[in-house]
């Protein structure tokens, strides 16, 4: 299972390890198929074993969360705009642009801060954020509370189940998809409300 794989790789990386993967996972393009939520699920059940420092490592990956948003985001309005100024093609239609600026406008909030427990979603909903041109300010409030939220959650669901039962760890894999799909309703019940408005 990925999940059991990643413990002794979390192991042997410590800190600066897991700072660096979920930075790169939290913003960065190529980032996207990095552990996430399995990584700090896994690492929550090895901070109930002394492994880690919960209270270093829920500050640290909070960090890293922001700092990765944060980058997506610049990378975004910096160059990702870039690629949208081009004349209409087959690929690519200025109403793409318009439609996602539009879409920050009315759901900034609730996509960014809820984006963060989707896996790939989260990689990119920074970048989106930045070509969308979304308010820094409102990005920045939304991408603390989620960073904060998504790290905090997850880190401590695997450090109070693996305290409370030790055996847990052979089940890492089939939690993490259930809180993919628990959070994934509220993203497919928004999508599902969008296309019935813009059908009508």
């Known amino acids: 299972m990925l999940s059991l794989a990643i413990i002794p790789m979390l192991v042997v990386v410590g800190y600066p390890g897991i700072f660096l993967i979920i ?18 699920f896994t690492a929550g059940l090895l901070s109930a074993k002394g492994v880690f420092n919960p209270w270093i490592l829920i500050p640290l990956v909070t960090l890293a969360a922001i700092l990765g948003d944060n980058a997506g985001y610049w990378f975004g309005a910096k160059i990702g705009i870039k690629l949208f100024t081009r004349p209409n093609s087959k690929l690519f239609h200025q109403d793409h642009l318009r439609k996602a ?47 904060f ?22 089940y890492i894999t089939p939690i993490v ?24």
């Not at 920050?104 to 990119?124: D, M, N, Q, S, W």
């Not at 939220?149 to 052979?170: D, E, K, N």
């Not at 993203?187 to 409300?193: G, L, P, Q, R, T």
């Open 149 to 170: 939220l998504w790290a905090t959650c997850v880190t401590a669901l695997g450090y109070f189940l693996g305290a409370s039962f030790p055996i847990i760890q052979h």
């Open 177 to 200: 998809i259930l809180i993919v799909i628990l959070t994934t309703i509220p993203i497919v019940n928004e999508a599902w409300k969008a296309s019935r408005s813009e059908d009508r």
């Open 23 to 40: 930075f790169l996972e939290s913003g960065v393009f190529f980032g996207f198929f990095l552990p996430g939520a399995s990584l700090l």
């Open 101 to 147: 600026q539009h879409f920050y406008e009315r759901h900034g909030t609730k996509a960014v801060v809820i984006a963060r427990f989707l896996p790939v979603v989260r990689t990119f909903a920074p970048i989106v954020a930045g070509i969308a041109q979304m308010n820094y300010r409102l990005f920045l409030v939304c991408n603390i509370i989620g960073a």
